[in-house]
T-cell receptor, first 119, second 118 residues
Framework: GAVVSQHPSRVICKSGTSVKIECRSLDFQATTMFWYRQFPKQSLMLMATSNEGSKATYEQGVEKDKFLINHASLTLSTLTVTSAHPEDSSFYIC???????????????FGSGTRLTVV | AQSVAQPEDQVNVAEGNPLTVKCTYSVSGNPYLFWYVQYPNRGLQFLLKYITGDNLVKGSYGFEAEFNKSQTSFHLKKPSALVSDSALYFCAVRDHLNYGGATNKLIFGTGTLLAVQP
């Protein structure tokens, strides 16, 4: 089945620094990956849609300069939280689905998430 | 606009009893419906989906869901709950009119915490 690898699983950083989170599709190609943010005991909030070879599409209210997304290849998308602050502390999850499948058989495959803590 | 509602924040059930986690949806066209489960500090795991065909969908770990178009519902069910089923469950929908494009976003419900007591 489709597997999405997300790293790191946990990261603690100082306020003002930047953090990069990687999302890789291990056994399939994905032109589109999605980045979500999840607050404690809450649902997933879609932040942006990452498109291979083009600019990401951000949801309303998400700062594109704050959350930089790069989708350099069909198997890798990265989310960089720039100049992180404590309010950016959250659980970030990526997802993707196979290019050929388009979600019909596998739905969307999710990474295991990244717990970001900004101190 | 597409939306999904999970009316229960938490469902409590005794081990061995049947369980139901409710979900209703609203879409402009025919829906693609999904159920996912999330364990603490983990990503989401796919349980089952409804695209077309039989209204009763069987998925992983003994779960099933019934698509009811007239009630716009897609409730998750299991005949006999296990303590290990305790987790956060999300219902999600995607409008298949947009199927195939880069705008195919999953819209999630707020999640239902399932607690199975021994």
């Amino acid at each position: 089945g489709a597997v999405v690898s997300q790293h790191p699983s946990r990261v603690i950083c100082k306020s003002g620094t930047s953090v990069k989170i990687e999302c890789r599709s291990l056994d399939f190609q994905a032109t589109t990956m999605f980045w979500y943010r999840q607050f404690p005991k809450q649902s997933l909030m879609l932040m942006a849609t990452s498109n291979e070879g083009s600019k990401a599409t951000y949801e309303q209210g998400v700062e594109k300069d704050k959350f930089l997304i790069n989708h350099a290849s069909l198997t890798l998308s990265t989310l960089t939280v720039t100049s992180a602050h404590p309010e950016d502390s959250s659980f970030y999850i990526c997802s993707a689905h196979p290019l050929q499948d388009r979600g019909a058989n596998y739905g969307y495959t999710f990474g295991s998430g990244t717990r970001l803590t900004v101190v | 606009a597409q939306s999904v509602a999970q009316p229960e924040d938490q469902v409590n059930v005794a081990e061995g009893n049947p369980l139901t986690v409710k979900c209703t949806y609203s879409v402009s066209g025919n829906p693609y419906l999904f159920w996912y489960v999330q364990y603490p500090n983990r990503g989401l795991q796919f349980l089952l989906k409804y695209i077309t065909g039989d209204n009763l969908v069987k998925g992983s770990y003994g779960f099933e869901a019934e698509f009811n178009k007239s009630q716009t519902s897609f409730h998750l069910k299991k005949p006999s709950a296990l303590v290990s089923d305790s987790a956060l469950y999300f219902c999600a929908v995607r409008d298949h009119l947009n199927y195939g494009g880069a705008t195919n976003k999953l819209i999630f419900g707020t999640g239902t915490l399932l607690a199975v007591q021994p």
